[in-house]
């Protein structure tokens, strides 16, 4: 069994310099989101460099989350290769330490660094990108050339009064909130009657709340009529689920929206997926881990490791790749959001496994 102080040591090492590959993604990221968002956002009135800033800042958590996987893949590389070239490796496994007892620091690193993302750095993630989502939603309002990249799903609504279908250039607030919305009103015939659009519109308890609504009917001119309430069925429950962007919500909120929308006959799978996908988050961390592993524990020389890291980096993507589309296939249905979170991370698993099994003990 691996010492306590050899293995602090390398556990050390592993925090170590995974933190200096956290603090340059951070960076490398903050400088491409502002990049960005400057583009975009420059034309707009309300814009100014030192808030464009703060929106890049609060869009950081989200986009780290994307490369976390990568991250413990390329640290777990790096501090074994360095431990191999330092030769600290070759002297640990002269006194009869396996490689699955060096190991273990690195996933155990890997497993706390996957909780820390679940459990603090996702609902800082939540957060940020929810509020700067709205406070560009409020730079866009009015404007109607521009537009989100994200495309809006349109939403149709049944009422004693007829159908409605509803759109809008922005959601904020979970779905709850539509920038620049339009309402298309029917009548029984399927004919529209009227077209209203909207600054703003919030869902209230059985009604939207227009304001600074533009009255459209065909013929006649357009007239404001201020604000103005239409009724609707629609649940929050049923909004969140079709409009909300899954990112937007914390985890430890998942479950309960989950269970609210489940319990009005609504799916919920973007959000299951979603939450799937965050449980198996340290696993996925430490399955990387052994991916690393597969390429770096040999003892190489200087400049002898070039095809060996390419291989692993080529083996993460594909990780990284395969787990992207099964998710998609589990927020549209077809395949369970359980099943499609973890299979990914099982696959990589045996295979780190057993490639080391086979390396290290034939």
């Known amino acids: 069994m691996i010492g306590w102080t050899l293995g602090r040591y390398f556990f050390l090492r592993y925090v170590t310099i995974t933190c ?14 502002f990049t960005e968002l400057s583009s975009k956002l420059a034309a707009l009135p309300e814009y100014s460099s030192i808030q464009a800033f703060g929106l890049s800042v609060m869009r950081i958590p989200y986009i780290m989350q994307q490369v976390f996987p990568f991250i413990a893949l390329f640290s777990a590389m790096t501090t074994l290769i360095s431990l191999n070239r330092k030769y600290e490796l070759v002297v640990a496994r002269s006194v009869g330490v396996s490689a699955w007892q060096f190991l273990l620091p690195a996933c155990t690193g890997a497993f706390l660094f996957g ?4 459990l603090i750095v996702n609902p800082l993630a939540a ?5 700067s989502e709205a406070v560009q939603a409020a730079w866009r309002s009015g404007k109607t050339n521009d537009t989100t990249d994200d495309r809006v799903p349109w939403l149709r609504q049944k009422t004693d009064e007829g159908e409605t279908i509803i759109g809008a250039k922005n959601i904020v607030n979970r779905g709850l909130r539509l920038v620049d919305a339009s309402f298309i009103r029917l009548d ?7 077209r209203l659009d909207a600054k703003t519109a919030d869902l209230e308890d059985g009604y939207w709340q227009l304001k600074d609504v533009t009255k459209f009917v065909l013929g006649e001119t357009p007239v404001s009529p201020g604000d103005v309430r239409i009724a609707t069925h629609l649940r929050p429950e049923f ?3 079709s409009l909300a962007r899954p990112e937007t919500i914390p985890f430890f909120e998942l479950r309960n929206k989950i269970a609210a929308a489940r319990s009005f006959g609504y799916p919920a799978n973007a959000f299951d997926m979603h939450f799937q996908s965050l449980l198996a988050l340290p696993a996925l961390l430490m399955a990387m881990t052994l991916i690393a592993a597969t390429v770096s524990l040999k003892f190489v020389r200087f400049g002898q490791s070039g095809t060996m890291i390419l291989g692993g980096v080529l083996a993460g993507f594909v990780l990284y790749v395969v787990t992207v589309v099964v998710k998609a296939f589990g927020n549209a249905g077809f395949v369970p959001p359980f099943v499609a979170a ?7 698993t045996f295979f780190g496994v057993s490639f080391l099994l086979h390396k290290e003990d034939g």
Do not use: H, Q
Not at 20 to 33: C, E, K, Q
């Open 188 to 194: 029984k015939n399927k004919d529209i009657i009227e």
């Open 115 to 118: 909780l820390l993302a679940v």
């Open 20 to 33: 200096y590959f956290l603090m340059g993604s951070f960076a490398l990221a903050l400088i491409l989101d």
């Open 342 to 348: 973890w299979t990914p991370v099982l696959i990589a």
């Open 127 to 131: 957060y940020g990108f929810e509020k």
């Open 239 to 241: 909004v969140e689920e």
